[in-house]
């Protein structure tokens, strides 16, 4: 049974670390595991993916980038104080 998930706040995309799996990315541009790895395999992905092992991992900055949003100001520390 799936389980619906919810689209990441302003703040939990702050949070997130300087690289992501690409089912977080996926899940940060609300797309399934489905049309993630479908875009993986095809080289469509829409931001950058780093291959470590069998894994891929997505840098945040790029994620940021593609969904709009800015980088805090201030560097990696700044936080959104709110929204």
Excluded: W
Excluded at 12 to 41: N, Q
């Amino acid at each position: 049974m799936a389980t619906e998930r919810r689209a990441f706040t302003i703040h939990e995309l702050y949070d997130l670390p300087a690289a992501v799996d690409l089912m977080t990315a996926a899940r940060a541009l609300h797309m399934g595991r489905t049309t993630a790895c479908k875009l993986t395999r095809s080289g469509q992905f829409p931001c950058r993916l780093l291959r470590h092992g069998g894994t891929y991992r997505v840098a945040t900055a790029e994620l940021l980038e593609l969904l709009g949003v800015p980088l805090p100001a201030g560097g990696a520390s700044a936080r959104v104080e709110s929204t």
